[in-house]
């Protein structure tokens, strides 16, 4: 404690605060100290306690431990079904609280290559295996927004996992995947994992899908670490049309 040398006596009083990236736990005093009113609020900071102590010495212990980040997401993902190739598009929203963060890792199912991030708050990414971290270019709270993009080459049809993209990270997500697929393709959903069918019309991706190509089918999946659907993708046979003159 703060005291004068030259003094017979002294008293005053303590006043705790503490950050955002700062929890506190409730200080342990001596008997030496009394809680009294809470002081005049300071701007960006928590009050934590204030006491009065009669006279020296005293003790106040604050234990203290830095707050877990509070990431929220929103995510809208448009996945196409090409000849030989599966893209995505993705575009997330984030909500960062209790704590900046630097970076955020994102999973993605094995397979998927020349992944592209952009957003004005992405410094750079790297994968590993079938994650994604993201560096950014300073520390994040608040909210924010950025794109995914990737690809993945596939030379069989089979049944395939739909590429839902989440952070393990997140104290809560709520995601939306729309469906596309050139039209020599069929798509049926074989298991529904954990994901929720919806119209996929709804989805804010619609409008940047592929041409005029409408979304096949639709999923909501919520949660840090969602059980994918799983598609089965077979190609139609030909139709050939003939016209015969005699």
């Known amino acids: 404690p703060c005291h004068f040398t030259q003094s017979d006596y002294q008293h005053g009083e303590i006043h705790v605060w503490r950050s955002d990236e700062i929890v506190a736990i409730t200080p342990t005093t001596s008997i030496d100290l009394f809680p009294i009113a809470k002081a005049e609020s300071r701007p960006s900071l928590h009050w934590v306690g204030s006491y009065r102590y009669p006279s020296l010495p005293y003790t106040l212990e604050v234990p203290l431990a830095l707050a877990t980040p509070r990431v929220t997401l929103e995510s809208e993902t448009a996945w196409t079904v090409l000849s030989g190739m599966q893209t995505l598009n993705a575009a997330i929203h984030y909500q960062v609280s209790d704590r900046p963060i630097h970076t955020l890792t994102f999973k993605l199912p094995l397979g998927y290559d020349e992944v592209v991030i952009t957003g004005d708050t992405i410094m ?17 709270e608040g909210e924010g927004r950025f794109q995914i993009s990737a690809n993945r080459r596939t030379e069989d049809l089979a049944e395939v996992e739909a590429p839902l993209i989440h952070c393990p990270e997140s104290f809560a997500h709520e995601g939306r995947l729309a469906v596309f697929a050139e039209n020599r393709f069929d798509l049926s959903t074989v298991d529904l994992g954990s994901c929720i069918p919806i119209d996929a019309n709804t989805s804010l991706l619609t409008s940047t899908n592929q041409g005029s190509n409408a979304p096949r089918f639709g999923f909501r999946y919520r949660g840090a670490t969602p059980i994918p659907a799983t598609i089965a993708i077979t190609a139609r046979s030909a139709r050939v049309v003939a016209a015969v003159q005699i």
Do not use: K, W
């Not at 994968?127 to 300073?138: K, P, Q, Y």
């Open 124 to 140: 750079n990414h790297r994968v590993n295996g079938d994650r994604i971290i993201l560096a950014f270019t300073s520390p994040q």
